[in-house]
């Protein structure tokens, strides 16, 4: 835990230093084949990138401040550099973050999780436990965030963790739970799996609504992406996602009994304590599935009515997917607990802390960004550069690699977030450069920077896990490159170049 600190440390100072130095030199630095707002583009964008990396401030600053250097040296004018910090998209995760924050407040999230572990097919097997966990895991951090659902599902497994000890303990063999496998696995699925289940929906992680907003930003002639188009091939990659960690988990850290004696008692105790469903909980679950209603209808009328039809392009109009997600949101603050004190199923304060300000500052951020590069010219520029590198026709399954390998190995030091951001925007504008349509790169990149397996800083819930000390960070490591490679390999290329390009009909 100390070297994981030092190391922080040193990442911050190296950037803090790096970052304005890298940007100075650039600035100064002659660039003949570029204008120069282009030019002046490359090296707030360096200075940009390397905070973003290396977080010598605190990530949404770095953000805000990429535009307001852009006014500031005259690159783009106000209204454009900070025009998407109210794109649609926003409010589309604004909304989702009301939902999941109405879970939480009310305990819905405690109770879908609960739910599963306290399935009869579960009971005190180590293995079913260990799967349960995971299924846990990926369904409500499809629709709520991955850190949140990792620090719900943390003590829940500390403390099936501690009934295994107890029952040893019982029966005359003392373990330590800091060197037991069956503990290291069971906090790695915890981790893992929060993940995994964010590939599934568009709200479920940030790198899949940066890449929605790059997409609508620096492609507009491409196909829109529908909230249940994502879910098709989002759930594909979640469910092979997971089958895979599943099985190098389960075959690095098998557990060295069959049954865990205390377990389902632990675990009937929490169902129990959870008293029966209250009022708040069923509103919160009607305002749940009036947005997933809303964001499924119109595949469902396109199949009816046809997508071009007059019903659609009504429903398009007044039922967007940012709406649906705000009308969910909103219905929390509505839906009454109790008429007569006009208590309502969440409080504003409450709705207000659920709201991920950061993440919403740090989107904006990246997608303002991204359009600066695009209108100066700079990101034609980049992928010009990487054009002559890959050839001007390459193979879409090596364009589409390389980028998904970039995200990955870059997510796995820094925030995923902050790697979309980077690599999302020039992926992007070379695809539409050498000719191939951007969805299949887009959607790759979204999916390879959640498989940020291998390092505590790679996400929360590695580091959520890490914090226990039940996992060495060396064991972390060599389960998260497996995992790693075989995602790539088996699931994010093959996905985005063939189920992908089926969904979307290209």
Known sequence: MKEEGGFEHMRRVVGAVMGPLCALLIWLMPIGE????????LAVMSLVAIWWITEPVPIPVTS?????????????PIKDAFSNFANPLIFLFMGGFLLAKGMMVNGLDKRIAYGILSMKWVGNSPRRIFLAIGLACILCSGWISNTATAAMMFPIALGLLEAIREMMAQNGK?????????????MLMTAYACSIGGVMTPIGTPPNIIMLGFLNELAPQAPTV?????MTWGTVAMIIYFVIAY????????????????AEKFISDYVASLGKWTRAQKNTLIAFGVAVFLWVAPSVLSVVY???????????????????????????FFLPVNVKTGQMTMKWKEGMEGIEWGTLLLFGGGLSMGAMMYTTGLSDWIGNGLKDVLGNQPSEWVFVGVFCISALILSEFTSHTAAVNLIGSIAITTAVSVG?????????????????FMMPVSTPPNAIVYASGYVPITKMIKTGLII???GILLVTVPVVILFVKFVMGL
């Open 174 to 186: 003392i373990i330590d739970l800091k060197n037991y496998k069956y503990a290291t696995g069971l």
């Open 436 to 452: 191939i349509s951007p969805i299949p790169v887009a959607v790759g990149v979204a999916l390879a920077s959640s498989l940020g």
């Open 484 to 486: 790693d490679f075989f």
């Open 34 to 41: 570029l204008s120069g707002n282009a030019h002046h583009m």
């Open 64 to 76: 805000l401040l990429g535009p307001t250097l852009c006014v500031v040296l005259g690159i783009a």
């Open 226 to 230: 529908s909230f249940f188009q994502w």
């Open 306 to 332: 046809g997508a071009h039809s007059e019903v659609m392009t009504f429903y398009d109009k007044h039922f967007p997917e940012s709406i649906a997600a705000m009308v969910g949101g909103l219905l929390l």
């Open 247 to 262: 099985i190098v988990l389960w075959r690095l850290f098998p557990a060295d009994v069959k049954h865990i004696e205390g």
